[in-house]
């Protein structure tokens, strides 16, 4: 199987609760920003500048439980920032571990090896790691020489020490689709257990030149297409499918909402229109018939899985088609 089987559980009763008390809204994911501190200035990343705005105050250990209870989703992805900066992460990963909570750990890997030698490799447990190109590439974009070897230094010790590892890349107008294939090669023989890809989001704020466009996503994502079927993804094929402009989809902002030292993020991940004190008021009060393809022109261009993987999920549920492929992909390993 895809993913360990105490994710199906989780997502399966998640699915069933809604649907015996009627909800339509609910979150498959928590995006857990405890801090918005971080120790490199990536090119296509905007929480740094959101810090140096706001000099915002890291979440406490008690906050960020508390949220994770609020939104009550089966998965928590803790991100930033980088989290290793962030004072209580053991205590924070023990408890959601022990909350019987999904925890995907984002971080770029280069304070991690401390992480990794102290805490217990648990099946619930997945460390993913940043990488968006070969060494020259990947170091250039993190604004920082070194980064790469020590990444990739400490996913080896993360697997020798028995973790779920998994990668997390974005794709650029310059990525170049061989190093990419390289990089996947490269991690693929490091026996990661998944690879996550997407397109990187043109965030207002980052203000550059290095994002795609639409029709650029699916051309790249086009070419990229026998990737899929040669590396251990976990990308849906539904996803895919809309990557390289064969599926239309609306997005499911709700899907994976965000909460961050600055509050409950409205209406995104990646769009900052409001932040509310509560999650069941950023529910309420986002009028999310106003974003989406179609209806926010800073929405044309997003493709990214934060805002489309529990679209996937709806499509599927309504199409059996779709179901039984994503079904007998989730059984596959490739
Ligand atoms: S399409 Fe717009 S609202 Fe939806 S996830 Fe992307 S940026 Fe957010």
């Known amino acids: 199987m895809r993913f360990p089987a105490s994710l199906y559980i989780s997502l399966t009763k998640c699915f069933v609760k809604n649907a015996v008390s009627g909800r339509k809204r609910f979150p498959l994911v928590l995006m857990l920003e405890p801090t918005h501190r971080c120790n490199l200035a990536c ?5 740094i500048r959101l810090h ?13 439980i508390a949220s994770v209870k609020e939104s009550d989703a089966p998965v928590i992805t803790v991100t930033g920032g980088e989290p290793m900066l962030y004072k209580d992460l053991v205590p924070l990963i023990s408890e959601l571990l022990r909350m019987k909570k999904q925890v995907y ?26 990488l968006d190109g070969l060494e020259a590439s990947h170091d250039s974009i993190v604004n920082r020489s070194g980064t790469f070897r020590k990444t990739v230094e400490t996913i080896k010790l993360a697997k020798q020490r028995g973790f779920r ?6 794709v650029y107008k310059n990525s170049d689709i061989k190093e990419l ?16 890809i997407a397109p990187a989001f043109s965030y207002e704020s980052v203000g550059n030149d290095i994002f795609l466009d639409k029709k650029e996503i699916h051309k790249k994502f086009t070419e990229m ?17 809309l990557l390289k402009g064969e599926k239309q989809m609306q997005c ?15 209406p995104c991940y990646l769009i900052t229109d409001k932040y509310y004190s509560s ?3 950023m529910m309420e009060k986002t009028a999310w018939e106003r974003y989406g393809s179609g209806n926010d022109p800073r929405c044309e261009n997003c493709l990214v899985h934060s805002g489309y993987e529990a679209s996937v999920m709806r499509t599927a549920f309504a199409n059996p088609k779709d179901l039984l492929r994503l079904l007998l992909w989730n059984f596959s390993s490739r």
Not at 52 to 64: R, V
Not at 116 to 124: C, D, K, V
Not at 165 to 170: G, R
Request: proline content about 7%.
């Open 43 to 47: 090119a296509g990343c905007d929480r």
């Open 52 to 64: 140096d705005d706001m000099q915002s105050a890291d979440l406490s250990l008690e906050q960020c």
């Open 105 to 130: 750990f984002c971080t770029n890997g280069l304070l991690t090896e401390s992480f990794i030698e102290e805490f217990t490799p648990n099946p619930s447990l997945t460390i993913n790691f940043h």
């Open 165 to 170: 590892v998994s990668t997390n890349t974005s």
């Open 181 to 196: 294939e390289s990089l996947f090669e490269l991690l693929a023989g490091l026996n990661i257990d998944g690879t996550l």
């Open 225 to 241: 297409a026998a990737f899929f079927k040669k590396f251990p993804f976990m990308n849906s094929p539904l996803y895919v499918d």
């Open 252 to 266: 499911t902002p709700w899907g994976n909402p965000t909460r961050n030292p600055l509050g409950w993020k409205s």
């Open 279 to 281: 999650f069941d008021e």
